[in-house]
């Protein structure tokens, strides 16, 4: 997998899982995304500080050919599962480097960050102790792909403005008129705006009632809130998402930084799957 997941302290421990970490740039310098070379507040700092929009680039196909070297020695192939196409060029990379190293893979486009990468890796370890093979693994995560339902709150406008992704009068009227704009990684893959809420408790009750829906229709439990340096806020939402689902299990991670250069500090996000009924 690569930086653009949730990338859990299970996964870091896990001897069967391989994180290939993205990089980050801000102005001439460059970062490697892998919480040790820019830690978490020092990322948000830059952010805050940097007078050019910061960047996130893909791995080199060299990169992701080193790791596949060595895996040859313990694997006759891999599943690599990563962020979508639409939004990274990293699974090109990382199939470039397996062709480099002529090493077998299964790649997977999550059509998604976050989470909804990281809960194909969860689903593709279960399969794995179920003993199914890597080919039927990847056939199954393939189709699961649409199964990830995502809300997302954009915590800083300037943010979304200095991108590109905003006009000046649009940043302008949003911010006189508290606008909080709600974005989505659609099943296709892309991140785009599909609603605008007028102020934050509203915006979270937007968040909230999609949630419950899925849960009475689906019976979804599982829900994870991914955060842009605001633990307290998606800790509240935590606690009024209880309040409608008490027996919900929630949990509580960082934006990936490659989502938190574009989305800003604030930017909360509300994610799960729909559970898997017949693939």
């Not at 800083?156 to 008129?177: D, F, T």
């Amino acid at each position: 997998m690569d930086t653009t997941g949730f990338v859990t302290e299970e996964f870091k421990a896990h001897p069967d899982v391989y994180i290939v970490p993205l990089n980050i740039h801000f102005g001439t310098e460059e970062f490697v995304d892998d919480g040790i070379d820019l830690t978490n507040d020092e990322l948000y700092k830059r952010i805050k500080e940097a007078t050019s929009f910061p960047k996130t680039s893909q791995p080199s196909a060299g990169k992701f050919a080193e790791l596949y070297d060595k895996l040859k020695n313990d694997y006759e192939c891999a599943i690599a599962v990563h962020a979508s196409t639409k939004l990274s060029g990293t699974i090109a990379s990382s199939t470039a480097g397996a062709e480099m190293s002529d090493f077998k893979i299964y790649a997977i486009d999550s059509l998604a960050l976050s989470y909804g990468l990281s809960g194909l890796i969860e689903r593709g370890l279960t399969l794995e102790k179920q003993g199914l093979e890597a080919m039927e693994i990847a056939q199954r995560l393939e189709k699961e792909t649409a199964d990830f339902r995502n809300y997302i709150l954009i915590g800083n406008l300037s943010q979304l403005y200095k991108g590109g992704r905003m006009s000046g009068a649009q940043y302008y009227l949003g911010s006189l008129l508290q606008i909080k704009p709600i974005v989505q990684l659609t099943p296709d893959g892309e991140l785009k705006p599909i609603d605008k809420v007028r102020s934050h408790k509203k915006a979270i009750q937007y968040l909230i009632n999609h949630a419950k829906k899925d849960h009475d229709e689906y019976g979804v439990q599982r829900f994870q809130i991914m955060h842009g340096h605001v633990m307290k806020e998606a800790e509240s939402l935590k606690q009024e998402l209880l309040k409608e689902i008490p027996a919900a299990d929630i949990l509580i991670g960082d934006l990936s930084s490659s989502l938190a250069v574009h989305a800003g500090e604030g930017t909360v996000a509300l994610q799960w799957r729909k559970p898997v009924l017949s693939h």
